[in-house]
Every structure is written in C-alpha cells, then in structure tokens.
C-alpha cells in the first residue's frame, strides 16, 4: 500500500490531499475521486496515481512511503476518505 500525495480540486483552488493506493497483488486501488468515478464505469479503469505508482520501478525514486497496516486500519482509512469527500 502507498500513500500519494497530491492536491484536488475545490472551489477556493486546490486542496492537498493524501490518497491512498495499491498497485499489487492483484489489488488495484485508489481513494482518489477519479478512481472512483471511472472504476465504477471500467473495472480496469486507473488514475494517475495508480500509473504513477506503476510507472515508479523505472524510476530511480521512492516518491511514496510505503507502510504494511491491518484489515482492519485498511478498511478504517477507506471509509474514512470515502465519507469524508
């Protein structure tokens, strides 16, 4: 699981925002907004936070911590972002 930092759009200019991602395993994920609307339309659907953490094994760069957490924390950070935006 990576957490990416970025911004989002909102009425007074742009928030900073942290979402967070899994590219792997078989799991894709990403509490981004974009995501949600397009992976609702494609399973398949990713955003650029998603290709941004596929794209970073080509990169010499570790722009994202990575942190192992529970089910539980999982599912507690997903509502968290999916009811808080």
Known sequence: AHLVHGTTASQGGRKKSVYYCQAADGIVYCSCRSYFERAK???????????????MPYFNTTCCSKEEISDADFGT????RVFND
């Open 41 to 55: 339309v494609d399973p398949k659907a990713i955003c650029k936070h998603l290709l941004a953490l596929k794209l």
């Open 77 to 80: 950070i997903v509502m968290l």
